[in-house]
Nanobody
Framework: QVQLVESGGGLVQPGGSLRLSCAAS????????MSWYRRAPGKERELVAT????????TYVDSVKGRFTISRDNAKNTLYLFMNSLKPEDTAVYYCNARRTRWGNQFNYWGQGTQVTVSS
């Protein structure tokens, strides 16, 4: 199992940048595919970005392509989300997620979330 601790949220002006971090416990971090989700006010939770267990492949929702970058450092058991050119519509609670399939079943683990507010 893995426990996730998020940090880096805060208030930023439109056009600004912010970096989110997700620190994972345990010795199996490199076995998990990792994702960032977000929930904006009045909306359902949305998948923002994903990264494979080895960091070789990333995916993004169209609205953040070219602005956000997901990365991981398996040696440090840490997941990152670099956010640039932030827009007010990026305002949301951002969640770190770890997933892996074991014995034919999918296992999901979640962080508590961190608030990102983009406002002038």
């Amino acid at each position: 199992q893995v426990q996730l601790v998020e940090s880096g949220g805060g208030l930023v002006q439109p056009g600004g940048s912010l970096r989110l971090s997700c620190a994972a416990s345990g010795n199996t971090f490199s076995s998990y595919a990792m994702s960032w989700y977000r929930r904006a006010p009045g909306k359902e939770r949305e998948l923002v970005a994903t990264i494979t267990s080895d960091g070789g492949t990333t995916t993004y929702v169209d609205s953040v392509k070219g602005r956000f970058t997901i990365s991981r450092d398996n040696a440090k058991n840490t997941l990152y989300l670099f956010m640039n050119s932030l827009k007010p519509e990026d305002t949301a609670v951002y969640y770190c997620n770890a997933r892996r399939t074991r014995w034919g079943n999918q296992f999901n683990y979640w962080g508590q979330g961190t608030q990102v507010t983009v406002s002038s």
